[in-house]
């Protein structure tokens, strides 16, 4: 997808976007684009079927179902040595039996097949017509598949099966190719192991030409990375184990060097040719701030985003630049460094908030900043009154008021700025993208916008998830911060967790209780926060104790009651849901409390710790969970009594659940790769990136005669979108 900004551009713009900058040759048709029906042996129902089944339709999708293992097949195991943990196993043997057993559902196809040293059973539960055609017993076969034992016996459920006499055991190592199939074609007969006479068949047709080069010479070198031609022939028939690594290492480099070329291109357009305004001075709003009222010293962090948002506002493109910084590393105030920077140019602010208590809290910290500076800001939320409303959107419109600070309200159709210059977009990932298109479309010239998010994503993910974008991380918490002490705890201590919570109250400090979130429909979880706020109150009874209650299905004015009189030390437990997760800042309180901290997600959980350590005091979280964990949650929550960083625990999540669940990443094929992996592959992707930022610095338009295969092959995958359109 293109920049977060350039909106409304879904996967197929974007490609148009990118492919109108480097293709303007007319496209020419490889051997490559031929249906896989040209093929021998591959008739127009198994056409039909590879399609349906894998969405296998050309020569290039064969060529690119890489096989997931190769097996030598000069080594045969002997059945008594096969292992309950063996990844597979390659036995040859006579079958001595093959019958139907069992009926209904347990009907299943059984052969028995014996070696020199035992007995090795093998099932089918579908294709079983096919099977008891294809296979006699008193023969000799070669059978391929993962063990299992059932009742103390080996067993191979739908093993890969050939004849004997195809391959002859003996001779010098032959790695054969093993490819993904499924249930239903090998019941058709075209096993894992039976795709490899179509590869080879494939890979006989195909010379250097048809799979020619893409990648420039010199990188090859310095990566020492094989040629293309050889790494697909490698791939799926290596000669040797090293070959086949160095095959896969060249087409994982291929993979993410074209995923970074993407991204790199579509930002260079964008930088190109995006209009901004130009915030050409450092005027004195800024400058008085800087040198008189700064609240505190700014981190380096701090810093080096304020200069990078002035150099991309000075330069007369719009900016689209992601912070990334960790919770409580100082965002706000390097967004209102921008709108100081906006407002010497006489240009407008406005910062969006996800929620009405982080808004006004944002509010209340802007108001504190600019009290000696001469700047008019406002708040508008849902729950604004109607005549202060009307007056805010005049002072927007007119011009009077600079800083406009609100939640989703701010970019409602009504809301009409003078000048508005710079946007910024606070804990990002809860608005939707139509919602950050809105604010976008408010100018015929797009405000300078600044997203800003508290989810870490690890490096690697935001390289391809958001490469398209300027970004910049902030690693660097405000000195004086005293590491969180985060504790696991099973349900049965929660006496002793309770006297601990009241300990930190009598000397002065408060605490937050969290449940999980309160789904709209989920009665149980309403249930369950209210039974806990009777739990937490007879632990902590009036008048000695007072207690706050927030979640997402109270009244705004209830909510905002509740968690003013939290913020004022009126109340010293705040009983919430995760409305609380995001931005609010209450230094005094030291003590988070996580129910049923197993429901939770790692980057959530680190989101709802960043809750507390805010002040100068010790601070604890603690973990509550059942006493029966699975794998993953105990994981999780060691994870978190180890790490206080963001990135850290961010990359932990990414290796945990893959990088198509990580919050705050688009659902784009930018992550998606075939081969290449973002937690295995990041050396890889480092390199990729480097390669590609070289190129392109001094040759954009990939004209060099050196970066003539990379343009050319930008054009061959434009024939083959066409291609399949018309297909
Ligand atoms: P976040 O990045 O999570 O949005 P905030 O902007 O809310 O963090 O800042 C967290 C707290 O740290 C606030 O109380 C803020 O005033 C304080 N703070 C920010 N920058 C500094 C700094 N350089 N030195 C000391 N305190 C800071
Ligand atoms: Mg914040």
Redesign the pocket.
């Known amino acids: 997808m293109a920049g977060l900004f350039i909106t409304g551009t879904k996967d197929k713009a974007t490609k148009e976007i990118f492919y109108s900058i480097v293709v303007d040759a007319t496209p020419t048709i490889s051997i490559l684009q031929n249906p896989i029906g040209y093929l021998q042996g591959i008739n127009s129902q198994r056409s039909e079927l590879l399609r349906s089944e894998l969405n296998i339709v050309t020569f290039k999708d064969l060529l690119e179902h890489f096989p997931y293992r190769h097996i030598d097949r000069t080594r045969v195991d002997k059945i008594a040595s096969i292992q309950p943990n063996q990844d597979y196993a390659y036995v040859s043997g006579k079958l001595l039996q093959l019958e139907i057993m069992g009926s209904g559902r347990s009907r299943r196809l059984v052969g028995l097949l014996k070696d020199d040293t035992g007995l090795l059973e093998l099932v089918w539960f579908q294709g079983i017509a096919w099977v008891q055609k294809a296979i006699h017993v008193g023969n000799t076969y070669l059978v391929f598949g993962k063990p299992g034992f059932f009742m103390g016996k080996a067993q191979i459920a739908h093993p890969d099966i050939e004849n004997f006499s195809r391959h002859q055991a003996g001779g010098k190592q032959s790695l054969e190719p093993i490819y993904p199939s499924t249930e239903k074609l090998k019941a058709r007969g075209l096993t894992g192991a039976g795709f490899a006479k179509y590869s080879s068949e494939l890979l006989q047709k195909l010379t250097e030409k048809d799979i020619p080069e893409n990648i420039p010479g010199d990188i090859l070198k310095q990566y020492k990375l094989i040629s293309r031609f050889d790494a697909y022939r490698q791939i799926h028939f290596p000669v040797s184990e090293k070959m086949y690594q160095q095959a896969l290492r060249r087409l994982k480099f291929e993979e993410l060097f074209y995923g970074q070329l993407r991204m790199q291109l579509i930002k260079m357009r964008r930088h190109r040719f995006s209009k901004g305004f130009i915030f050409s001075v450092v005027g004195n709003l800024f400058n008085e701030f800087y040198n008189h009222h700064l609240?505190?010293?700014?981190?380096q962090a701090?810093k080096k985003v304020i200069k990078e948002l002035r150099q991309d506002t000075a330069s007369g493109r719009q900016m689209n630049r992601l912070l990334q910084?960790?919770?409580?590393?100082?965002?706000?105030?390097v967004a209102f460094m921008g709108m100081l920077l906006a407002a010497d140019n006489n240009f407008q602010s406005v910062i969006m908030a996800p929620t009405e208590v982080l808004a006004s809290q944002h509010f209340e910290?802007i108001r504190s900043y600019i009290t000696h500076l001469p700047l008019q800001i406002a708040l508008l939320t849902g729950s604004t009154p109607a005549k202060e409303r009307k007056k805010i959107l005049a002072g927007c419109a007119g011009g009077t008021i600079h800083i406009l600070i609100g939640t989703h309200a701010v970019i409602e159709k009504k809301v009409i700025f003078k000048n508005l210059g710079f946007a910024v977009v606070?804990e990002q990932h809860k608005f939707g993208v139509a919602q950050r298109a809105m604010l976008w479309a408010k100018n015929e010239i797009p405000p300078h916008v600044l997203v800003?998010t508290?989810t870490p994503i690890p490096r690697t993910l935001a390289l391809t998830a958001y490469g398209d974008l300027d970004y910049s991380v902030?690693d660097e918490l405000?000195?004086?911060r005293k590491p969180i002490t985060t504790m696991h705890y099973n349900e049965a201590a929660r006496p002793r967790v309770m006297d601990f919570v009241r300990a930190e109250i009598s000397k002065g400090r408060q605490a937050y209780f969290i449940y999980p979130l309160i789904e709209e429909s989920s009665k149980l979880d309403y249930e369950n926060l209210y039974k806990g706020y009777e739990e937490v109150k007879a632990f902590f009874p009036e008048p000695r104790y007072w207690i706050s209650m927030v979640h997402g299905k109270q009244p705004a004015l209830q909510k905002e009651v509740n968690m003013k009189r939290f913020i004022s030390g009126d109340t010293q437990i705040m009983v919430s849901t995760t409305v609380i997760e995001v931005?609010v800042?209450v230094?005094n309180a030291s003590v988070m409390v996580i129910e049923s901290a197993e429901k939770f997600g790692l980057s959530q959980l680190h989101q709802l710790r960043?809750r507390v350590g805010?002040g100068s005091d010790q601070s604890y979280c603690i973990l509550l969970t059942g006493r029966k964990l699975g794998n993953d949650a105990y994981e999780r929550m060691k994870i978190m009594v180890a790490t206080g960083n963001g990135f850290e625990i961010a990359e932990k999540d990414l290796e945990m659940r893959g990088p198509g669940e990580i919050e705050g990443t688009r659902q784009s094929g930018a992550v998606q790769f075939k081969l290449a992996s973002l937690v295995n592959d990041k050396a890889a992707l480092e390199a990729a990136r480097a390669s590609v930022e070289n190129i392109l610095s001094t040759d954009p338009e990939l004209e060099n005669p050196g970066h003539i295969m990379i343009k050319n092959y930008l054009q061959q995958q434009k024939a083959k979108t066409k291609w399949s359109k018309v297909g």
């Open positions: 609240p505190f010293t700014l981190t701090q910084g960790d919770v409580g590393s100082g965002k706000t105030m910290s606070d800003m508290a902030m405000p000195p004086g931005g800042n230094p960043g805010r």
